[in-house]
């Protein structure tokens, strides 16, 4: 590759991209994202390029098969985007490929059988299916749409135009100005002014000069959140160019992507587009012939939740324990290596291009003034359409779960969502305690600071979806359990507070304990969240006290009767099949994992009791809904 | 790696990846987990040598965070998703199945040597929970007859 010397060869590198591109050619975007790929995806694109070739039609333009990242309906993966018609064919298992090559990018014709339906409805396009429709993609526009191993494809749909705009028209200060009109907040889960960082760094820096540090915080360590991921595999090229503006804005020359180990294809896909950056000349000295010079290290996590926190990151940085340390000094006054330094989340780095394209009031007119832009969230849990969802911030909770999400699947009630991790809360969807305006519709806005008046928080972008199946005694322990084993044990309320909290619910979870001991749990995570040194722990006992807020009956229903209303907690429950509704399908016996389930097919099953181990299989597979709990 | 002779000279490539200064630790402790699925001894002083810390740094570092290993690892890594979806989904069931159909606990490594049995704090695909991960593998919806059939195939 030949480095690109200044930003007129950049514009003519795009623009030669542009012309060698025809619209009219058939391309097929195969979703290589992390939803996607645990359904077999490689299998598919595999199939696609093997049947390309095997086919004997003669075509105009030859067909293009593309891996992508995240597409976003994961629910209905493998997802395959046929352009220029914008076809979705969703559920695509390899077999069908050979037909899609001949009946769609042969003969241009629809294969109905594959489409999104939806009430009835099938979608002819991508755009029209109410998932997508509802949504507003800004940060996530080429995620999806890109080969994310190309920086060619990057370039060609817009990369590092922002950058080029900010080295020519814009000077530091200006960059920062647009940056802090936009209203910019960290995108990790605090919410914090982004441009108040960078100015705080500036200032530290003139008055101590030496070298400035950039970090992407990257260890997206929240379990049932994949924003981050999905930003970094399918559109690596918008976090080192929002790490390039802020480094020229900073006057920073060294940057460092943080990232969590267990992304391998994250790491991956950075790596790539980090050396072909490079060789373009997009990283190092002299870029794009401004003078300025700026280049990025990739560093992998070890695995420590707790390396999410920014003092912790640094830690990691200097090849130290991963051990938060208190703060002030802020990273901002004393970082790396005792040097300033800016850690923002992989997100907030990828929205700063799209602020220096749109301008700062452009980018401020999304959104709902003070939470400006869009927000990726992961919608998971028991929603129909879970998957990647990029919507403006203060969109309402009700808009996000059914009319994105399609509602929660089966007969089952809306019960709660689940936001911020385990440093967030559970919020019931009958929501009361907000503004009075969002009270009356009983919905929720969601924006920073909507979600922090709830007790919870907006976080990293996590949004789990609970229906009357799941047990908020069961989840709120389940989140102990995990941050219990991610405190670094540094601080004593963390470390010991966590583990008294956890043998209040281990008791609850068993029908244990009297409702005093709810008082006290309440008044222990009080005590954990006010003593505690870093996030982590000051934030531990959310799930738990939101959830006692809200749901105090569910936890009388364990202390007082010794019951579990959603039939989770093992100890407080037990299976038996309804002799009026089975119908003697036996799929039940045939997926029971102990055998412990008897019958003849069309009589009733039963269920010995006594060899149950309670692990619901036979509920989660009856179609009639006939396993009940008692 | 079991019936993979590790020479000094593998060590000491992996190390010249790196200058020599103590920052590198952690990436130079990654690569040589990599390579040799554990962390030795006497790896671990050859790493602390060549970045200049006490061993009792890397070893604490090796201790805190949860990609290293001390001891060797199976031939193939099961690790069972335990994210927040999968955990609503049953994670906690397959694991427990995991454990009931290796006859080994979460953690532990089989007798032959041909499995290590894992949990994971979310792989970031909650959509098809609950997910497995069999080496780079991922397995989506998985069930515990699924999984039988995929470590057949092994």
């Not at chain 1, 920073?252 to 790491?267: K, N, S, W």
């Not at chain 1, 051990?323 to 790396?336: A, H, K, S, T």
């Amino acid at each position: 590759m030949k480095k690109i010397k200044d930003v007129a060869e950049l514009e003519g590198l795009r623009q030669s991209l542009h012309a060698a591109h025809d619209p009219q050619q058939p391309v097929a975007r195969v979703c290589l994202g992390p939803g996607c790929l645990a359904l077999g995806a490689e299998k598919v694109s595999q199939a696609f390029k093997s049947a390309l070739k095997k086919s004997k039609a003669n075509f105009k333009v030859q067909p293009l098969i593309k891996t992508t990242g995240c597409q976003g309906l994961c629910s209905q993966g493998t997802l395959v985007n046929l352009s220029p018609a914008d076809l979705l064919y969703v559920r695509v298992k390899p077999e069908d490929v050979p037909e899609i090559v001949e009946t769609s990018l042969v003969k241009g014709q629809v294969l109905e059988r594959l489409l999104y339906s939806e009430n009835g409805t099938k979608y002819k396009s991508a755009a029209e299916i109410p998932f997508y429709r509802a949504q507003q993609k800004v940060i996530l526009k080429n995620v999806g749409v890109i080969d994310p191993l190309d920086i060619n494809d990057a370039i060609r749909c817009g990369a590092y135009q922002s950058l080029a705009k900010a080295l020519m028209d814009l000077s530091p200060a200006e960059v920062i100005k647009t940056v802090e009109l936009s209203g910019l907040r960290g995108r990790g889960g605090g919410g914090f002014p982004t441009a108040y960082k960078w100015r705080r760094a500036v200032e530290n820096a003139r008055q101590n000069p030496g070298p400035v540090y950039l970090i992407a915080n990257g260890e997206e360590g929240d379990p049932g959140a994949f924003m981050d991921r999905a930003i970094m595999e399918g559109d690596p090229h918008a976090v080192i160019e929002g790490m390039l503006i802020g480094g020229y804005a900073l006057g920073a020359h060294q940057g460092f992507l943080y990232v969590r180990h267990e992304y391998p294809i994250a790491i991956h896909h950075l790596s790539v587009a980090v050396q072909q950056a490079r060789a373009l000349g997009l990283l190092g000295k002299n870029i794009l012939g401004s003078g300025f010079a700026f280049d990025l290290q990739l560093n992998r996590g070890a695995g420590a939740y707790v390396c999410g926190e920014e003092t912790a990151i640094i830690a990691s940085l200097e090849g130290r324990v991963g051990e938060p340390v208190m703060r002030p000094p802020y990273p901002v006054e004393q970082g790396l290596w005792g040097r300033p330094t800016v850690i923002n989340n992989v997100e907030t780095w990828a929205n700063v291009p799209h602020i220096i394209r749109m301008g700062a009031e452009g980018y401020a007119n999304l959104g709902v003034p003070p939470s400006t832009g869009t927000k990726i969230f992961s919608l998971v849990g028991k929603v129909k359409n879970s998957g990647l969802v990029e919507v403006p911030m203060g969109i309402s909770l009700g808009t996000l779960v059914e009319e994105i999400g399609g509602g929660v699947p089966g007969q089952k009630g809306f019960k709660a969502v689940q936001t911020g991790g385990p440093s967030g809360g559970i919020v019931p969807y009958e929501f009361k305690d907000v503004t009075a305006e969002a009270a009356e519709k009983k919905t929720l806005s969601v924006d920073f600071d909507s979600m922090a008046k709830t007790g919870s928080t907006m976080g990293g972008g996590g949004m789990i979806v609970m229906d009357e199946h799941d047990c908020v005694v069961d989840l709120a322990r389940y989140f102990l359990r995990f941050l219990e084993e991610e405190s670094c044990g540094k601080c004593l309320p963390c470390r010991l507070g966590l583990k008294g909290m956890l043998e209040f619910l281990n008791q609850f979870a068993k029908g244990q304990g009297t409702p005093q001991d709810l008082d006290a749990l309440e008044s222990l995570g009080q005590a954990v969240a006010d003593g505690s040194l870093c996030g982590l722990g000051k934030r531990a006992p959310n799930p738990v006290l939101t959830s006692i807020r809200y749901f105090r009956d569910e936890y009388l229903a364990h202390i007082v009767d010794h019951k579990c209303p959603a039939g989770v907690c093992k100890d407080l429950i037990s299976f038996r099949i309804d002799p009026k509704i089975c119908d003697g399908c036996g799929l039940c016996a045939k997926h029971c994992p102990e055998a412990c389930i008897s019958g003849k097919k069309k009589k009733l099953f039963t269920i010995n009791e006594a060899a149950c181990i309670r692990c619901g299989v036979c509920r989660d597979v009856c179609p009639l809904d006939a396993v009940r709990v008692v | 790696m079991d019936g993979k002779k590790i020479s000094k000279a593998d060590i000491d490539a992996i190390m010249e990846r790196y200058p020599r200064h103590p920052q590198y630790l952690i990436s130079l402790l990654q690569d040589v987990q990599a390579a040799f699925n554990y962390i030795s001894p006497d790896n671990l002083n050859l790493v602390c040598d060549y970045v200049g810390v006490p061993v009792t740094q890397a070893w604490s570092i090796a201790t805190f965070y949860k990609s290293f290993s001390l001891e060797p690892k199976g031939e193939h890594e099961i690790k069972v998703c335990l994210g927040t979806t999968c955990h609503l989904k049953g994670g906690e069931n397959l694991v427990e199945a995991c454990e009931r159909h290796l006859q080994v606990e979460r953690g532990q490594t089989t007798g032959d040597r041909r499995f290590t049995l894992e949990t994971v704090k979310c792989v970031g695909a909650c959509s098809e929970a609950p997910v497995i991960m069999i080496d780079k593998e991922y397995l989506g919806q998985a069930t515990l007859l699924g999984v039988k059939q995929h470590l057949k195939k092994l």
